[in-house]
């Protein structure tokens, strides 16, 4: 955890220099939402973990919910940019390198994007308003982002569709759930799941998932 500054401010309106704290508060805060919930998370962790001061957090985003939207959004908006630009590319590629790159690219998405990935199945299990717009602002139009992508290695097969629906999701579980439950992954495996290593081979494991689902044969 990042230790609180005890620089003292001056009192009024906090000073901004060129980062202004936004993006270590942000960036705070999807660990502290991930970890413990909307509920769960404190103004005051928050601040603690970004190293700043609690009224910065308040003065950028007024309340705990609104920091929460814009730390979500603008995470979203991220991942959402890059998978966009990695379908462009995926569709440039041979089916057989497709599928190593996809295979690749969804374990790096998951490793690179836990907080995100836990926060997203926190609020889904819930319900609530929260939970409706991250699923209809992101959640659905990335499932269907990643169905164009499995498009491109079932461009050959006549159930492309029907096959798409069964291996997305479970594609998903398989990717994310080393990332998401870490440390019990790590505890029982003996392993670091967020080191190059683990990444690596996880991603091997993965494209071997992928080519038995496909029912395509070893490289």
């Known amino acids: ?46 601040a603690e973990r970004a190293g700043v001061a609690k009224r910065l957090i308040h ?30 590319r995926l569709g440039q590629q041979a089916p057989e390198d497709a599928l190593d790159s996809f295979a690749t690219q969804m374990v790096c998405f998951a490793a690179d994007r836990v907080a995100l990935i836990q926060i997203s199945i926190d609020e889904t299990r819930q319900g609530g308003a929260r939970s409706a717009w991250v699923k209809s602002t992101y959640l659905v139009p990335l499932q269907r982002i990643m169905i164009e992508q499995a498009g491109v290695l079932l461009v050959q097969r006549a159930d492309a569709k029907a096959v798409a629906s069964h291996l997305i999701p479970s594609l998903f579980v398989a990717v994310a759930f080393p990332f998401i439950y870490a440390y019990v992954t790590s505890e029982a495996h003996g392993v670091d799941v967020f080191s190059e290593d683990y990444i690596g081979g996880h991603a091997e494991f993965i494209k ?12």
């Open 208 to 219: 071997t998932l992928l080519r038995a689902s496909l029912a395509l044969p070893a490289p």
């Open 59 to 88: 003065y950028h985003f007024g309340s705990k919910d609104a920091l929460w939207h814009q730390a979500v959004a603008d995470a979203y908006e991220e991942f959402r940019e890059e998978a966009l630009e990695f379908v462009l």
């Open 1 to 46: 955890m990042v230790e609180q500054s005890t620089k003292r401010r001056s009192r009024g309106r906090p000073r901004l220099d060129a980062s202004d704290g936004r993006d270590d508060i942000k960036r705070a805060a999807l660990v502290e939402f991930a970890n413990h919930g909307f509920k769960g998370a404190s103004v005051d962790q928050i």
